[in-house]
């Protein structure tokens, strides 16, 4: 009997212990649903803040982005949730930037095959995305290209921005089976494989997106 109150206690001590931790823990929300972007945020932050998709705080509006740069759309969005939600937020505006192409696809990047007056559903956009660049590529040499994202974070009252960038070229054929977007066609500088060839692991290390939050992690760690 005594050794069963004490596996008792222990764990409700364990479980008291569990649930102060995450009563410390800063809710952040990323105005964002995409499952792949989410994965990389929570794998990036870590267990010290508690990141929440716009579905789970009932935010079921497409929110507009109409900005010119990646900047305005970020803060577009994170000022949206904060406004109608009070949520201190961050969100991301992400893109491919390709030399040849003068900058395109840039704020365009995820619907570029629709800008371009391709039809388009939601299994196929990026396929589509794809083909488009490569079709607008395919006699050009000059494959330079640059991921590039920009993160707008709202927090205690107060805006920041934190930017990061990969260089790299891009490829004339898809390889690779992982990521998402233009993954399969971009090899970052000092790599023989396509982000959709080299895993999460290491692209959540290397990539635009990992470079950016990065930033934004040391100064969460500083506030």
Known sequence: MLQKTKKST??????????????????????SNNAHKLEEI???????????????????????ETGTTFRENALQKARYVKEHFGFDCFADDSGLQVEALGGEPGVYSARYAVKNGRQ??????????MNVLLEKLANEENRRACFR???????????HFFDGIVEGHL?????????FGYDPLFIPDGYDKTFAELGTEVKN??????????????????V
Request: contains cysteine; proline residues 1%; glycine residues 8%.
């Open 171 to 179: 490829i004339r054929e898809k390889r690779g089976t992982g990521g």
């Open 149 to 159: 994202t920009s993160v707008a974070l709202i927090y205690e009252g107060e805006e």
């Open 42 to 64: 929570r794998a990036i932050l870590g267990e010290k803040y508690e990141v929440k998709s716009l579905k789970d705080i009932g935010c079921e509006v497409d929110i507009p």
């Open 10 to 31: 222990n764990f409700t001590t364990h479980n008291d212990n569990f649930d102060k931790r995450k009563r410390k823990m800063k809710t952040l929300v990323f105005a």
């Open 120 to 129: 388009v559903t939601a299994d196929n956009k990026d396929d589509a995305n």
């Open 205 to 222: 290390g290397i990539s635009h997106r990992a470079r950016a939050v990065a930033q934004l992690a040391e100064f969460l760690r500083s």
